[in-house]
């Protein structure tokens, strides 16, 4: 069974940092293409980061040089490091997996663009950032 579990969010006041891990197990072969997301309170999922198998990465513009996603050695635990946390950085953050490979193409993920958060199949259950300003 396909399982994702976040942790390591919590409550930090602007200009912090947060470190959030998910944990993956039961998936028969690594996704090719993990990823970020973030859901503020009456928001649309938002597509934050995503890392492929040999750990190429890409951001939205929103968190470019404060987030780093980045992989353990094997491919079993997938971390979002934050800094220079915002009050609007506050969200519920997920982790989701991208099985199918709907964003692999010539050996790297692309962004989600269209495909937003429905080009992954496997989600965590979420863990809450707060930022107070």
């Known amino acids: 069974q396909v399982q994702l579990v976040e942790s390591g969010g919590g409550s930090v006041q602007a200009g912090g940092s947060l470190r959030l891990s998910c944990a993956a197990s039961?998936?028969?072969?690594?996704?090719?293409?993990w990823g970020w997301f973030r859901q503020a309170a009456g928001k649309e999922r938002e597509w934050l980061a995503i890392?492929?198998?040999?750990?190429?990465?890409d951001y939205t513009d929103s968190v470019k040089g404060r987030f780093t996603i980045s992989q353990d050695n094997a491919k079993t635990t997938l971390y979002l490091q934050m800094h220079s946390l915002k009050a609007e950085d506050t969200a519920m953050y997920y982790c989701?997996?991208?099985?199918?490979?709907?964003?692999?193409?010539?050996?790297?993920?692309?962004?989600?663009?269209?495909?937003?958060?429905?080009?992954?199949?496997?989600w965590g259950q979420g863990t809450q950032v707060t930022v107070s300003s």
């Open positions: 890392i492929d198998y040999d750990d190429n990465t």
């Open positions: 039961g998936f028969p072969f690594s996704p090719h293409c």
């Open positions: 989701a997996a991208d099985q199918s490979g709907h964003l692999y193409s010539g050996g790297y993920c692309t962004t989600p663009g269209a495909w937003g958060p429905a080009a992954f199949g496997s």
